[in-house]
């Protein structure tokens, strides 16, 4: 069975206080990893979709990094709107996503 | 581009009725659909996969006959809760996938669904 774990659950920052999102998974046959941000009461909003071990992707403050066993999304120097829930998630070949419980990130102005 | 959209955005109705979500694709043709219920600081637990023109596909534990789901043109699928009772009130979310671009699912923004 797929699994995803993001950590930690929450996370509070100060305003440009850079810091790391983790996500690990067990899936076999990893097609995709992707991150979505989800505001409150929102749908998720697409941010990156990494294909394979090593592969880096970046958008604005955020970069997400990909290994075999897990994904990290860094946050550069993040702003008050930067708060919201980030969720990751594995797809195999079946292209239907799992994901995470998600961590919810709060970064205090 | 690459728009969802859901209605409504919240609705409340009482235990025993039956409530209807619709999910539309605003800008692209949506040959598959999917539905999700997210409950508070959990995670999106996926309900049903829809393909266009033909049967839902269930995730196991969700029921079918509960949660009727209706895929009938590219831009719109909708989710029927059936005699509702409080434990369905969740949040409902919809995404769509355009044919043959399987990374890229698009969500909507969600309905509040509240069984009183």
């Known amino acids: 069975e797929d699994q995803v774990t993001q950590s930690p659950e929450a996370l509070r920052l100060q305003e440009g206080e850079s810091s790391s999102l983790n996500c690990s998974y067990t899936?076999?046959?990893?097609?995709?990893l992707f991150w979505y941000r989800q505001d409150p009461g929102k749908g998720p909003e697409f941010l990156f979709t990494?294909?394979?071990a090593g592969e880096e992707k970046e958008k604005e403050r955020l970069k997400a990094t990909l290994t075999k066993k897990e994904s990290f999304l860094h946050i550069t120097a993040p702003k008050p709107e930067d708060s919201a829930t980030y969720l990751c998630?594995?797809?195999?070949?079946?292209?239907?996503?799992?994901f995470g419980r998600g961590t919810s990130l709060i970064v205090h102005p | 581009g690459a728009v969802v959209s859901q209605h409504p955005s919240w609705v409340i109705c009482k235990s025993g009725t039956s409530v209807k979500i619709e999910c539309r694709s605003l800008?692209?043709?949506?040959?598959?659909m999917f539905w999700y219920r997210q409950f508070p600081k959990q995670s999106l637990m996926l309900m049903a996969t829809?393909?266009?023109?033909?049967?839902?596909?269930?995730e196991q534990g969700v029921e079918k006959d509960k949660f009727l789901i209706n895929h009938a043109s590219l831009t719109l699928s909708t989710l029927t809760v059936t005699s509702a009772h409080p434990e369905d009130s969740s949040f409902y979310i919809c995404?769509?996938?355009?044919?043959?671009?399987?990374?890229?699912?698009?969500f909507g923004p969600g309905t509040r669904l509240t069984v009183t």
């Open positions: 995404s769509a996938r355009e044919d043959g671009r399987f990374w890229e699912q698009y």
């Open positions: 800008d692209f043709q949506a040959t598959t």
């Open positions: 998630a594995v797809c195999r070949g079946s292209y239907i996503p799992t």
């Open positions: 829809s393909n266009e023109g033909s049967k839902a596909t269930y």
């Open positions: 899936v076999s046959g990893l097609r995709g």
């Open positions: 990494l294909y394979s």
